[in-house]
Nanobody, 121 residues
Framework: QVQLVESGGGLVQAGGSLRLSCAAS????????MGWFRQAPAKEREFVAA???????SYAASVKGRFTISRDNAKNTVYLQMNRLKPEDTAVYYC???????????????WGQGTQVTVSS
């Protein structure tokens, strides 16, 4: 059974940084793409970043240049380093896994439970 467990969320002031982690189990981690999505209250879940099994990376325009996605296949973990955070980055952040890099929710098969990120102004 595939399990994804996010951690690293919290409360930070605008301009600050956080690093999210997502530990995966239940499948050969290195064979699959990993993505980060976020969902703010009363909004749709939106794509943030993804990294393929071969290392190809994609970012949403709203986070490009501020967020960095990376993976450590030895630790079965994907990371999201978030710098220069803004109040509009406040959301629950989810990691997900897919066979290939995708940009929409339906591209991903398995999801974590989410971790709250709150950015105060």
């Amino acid at each position: 059974q595939v399990q994804l467990v996010e951690s690293g969320g919290g409360l930070v002031q605008a301009g600050g940084s956080l690093r999210l982690s997502c530990a995966a189990s239940g499948r050969t981690f290195s064979n699959y793409a990993m993505g980060w999505f976020r969902q703010a209250p009363a909004k749709e879940r939106e794509f943030v970043a993804a990294i393929g099994s071969g290392g190809a990376i994609s970012y949403a325009a709203s986070v490009k240049g501020r967020f960095t996605i990376s993976r450590d296949n030895a630790k079965n973990t994907v990371y999201l380093q978030m710098n220069r955070l803004k109040p509009e980055d406040t959301a629950v952040y989810y990691c997900a896994t897919s066979r290939t890099v995708g940009w929409v929710r339906s591209d991903y098969e398995y999801w974590g439970q989410g971790t709250q990120v709150t950015v105060s102004s």
